[in-house]
């Protein structure tokens, strides 16, 4: 695995589960490729312990011939897919791509969630502020101006979006609706931010 991978990608080695579950701590990779035979813990026990530390990680099985029975197990528990041994290069290649874009497609959307949260928050306390200096008698306009980073993000789900549509046909309408509702959802609370400062800022000249 490792001569088939290692010009594309960083590959690190474990002989055994808790090797594996260190590296997953240490590393934080895109993908898990885990034999189901493996000794002292077994690849289902190994893929149970991986899913309570990440659920996210793809995560694809090894099973030799035979074995499809707990490769089928193994899918029940969490895995993303199996292959059977031996393998064809091409299509373990094929195989990892999937899943490594899988995974980082994920991280970008939940690395822009967490930010398109802070701003949200953000936003919302700027509102507070912009409040008190209404009732002070002044207004500042810099609330129209804070509100660049989280359109940002908005932009950056829309690029997520077209990514599935364009390359990621095999996605589920599920992800599709999720992208679309946080778009709207956001949208819509960034027009109603800026609806209050423009009125605030109408009031009293200054914007």
Do not use: W
Request: glycine share 6%; aromatic share 6%.
């Amino acid at each position: 695995l490792k001569m088939v991978l290692k010009y594309d990608y960083e590959v690190f080695l474990a002989d055994r589960v808790a090797g594996g579950v260190e590296l997953l701590r240490e590393k934080e990779p895109d993908l898990v490729i885990m034999d189901i035979r493996m000794p002292e813990k077994s690849g289902i026990e190994g893929l149970q312990e991986i899913r309570e530390i990440n659920p996210f990680v793809s995560i694809v099985m090894l099973t030799g011939y035979g074995d499809l029975e707990t490769a089928q197990q193994a899918i029940r528990f969490g895995a993303n897919d199996y292959l059977q041994k031996p393998f064809d290069a091409f299509e373990i290649q094929a195989v990892v791509k999937k899943y490594v874009d899988r995974s980082r497609l994920f991280s970008r959307k939940k690395q822009a969630q967490e930010e398109l949260q802070k701003m949200t928050q953000s936003l919302s306390r700027e509102v507070g502020k912009t409040n008190k200096l209404t009732s002070l008698g002044a207004a500042s306009s810099e609330l129209v101006h804070d509100l660049r980073n989280p359109l940002t993000i908005v932009r950056g789900y829309l690029d997520l979006l077209n990514y599935e549509l364009k390359e990621k046909q095999e996605s589920t309408s599920a992800e599709m609706n999720e992208y679309l509702d946080q778009i709207e959802r956001n949208v819509v609370r960034c027009a109603e931010l800026v609806e209050q400062c423009v009125a605030r800022g109408r009031q009293l000249g200054d914007i």
